[in-house]
């Protein structure tokens, strides 16, 4: 056995509003990609954080692939033409920006080991 590399993976510890979630889950039902629309869908990602958030658990673990999930689900919201929707997508544009930044800044690069 040889050791190839090793690596590191964040995790971030979100917490979102109701209003943020709900926003969420209706861009996620509106998007063009299934991959995003399965994440409001029974046992979808976006699913078991609101079930979570209605019991009171309001901090949420999230990886790099949530945190991308996510940005892309709220790519949706440019197209909503209720300007409340239109202020979370820009509040959440910019927060996932910086989360998404930090997360990558955090991260050491892979060490790999000579074979």
Known sequence: ?????VSFRP???VALSDE???YLVECSKK??????????DNGG????????QHNDFRRHDLTWADLDLLAKINEVGMYLSDPVK??????????LGLILKTARDL?????NYPT
């Open 11 to 13: 995790t971030v510890t």
């Open 86 to 95: 239109a202020e979370l997508y820009v509040r959440l544009t910019l927060t």
């Open 45 to 52: 990602f976006l699913n078991t954080v609101s079930r979570c």
């Open 107 to 111: 991260t050491p690069s892979p060490i």
């Open 20 to 22: 943020e979630l709900e």
């Open 31 to 40: 998007h063009y990609d299934s991959r995003c629309r399965a994440a409001s």
């Open 1 to 5: 056995m040889t050791l190839q590399s």
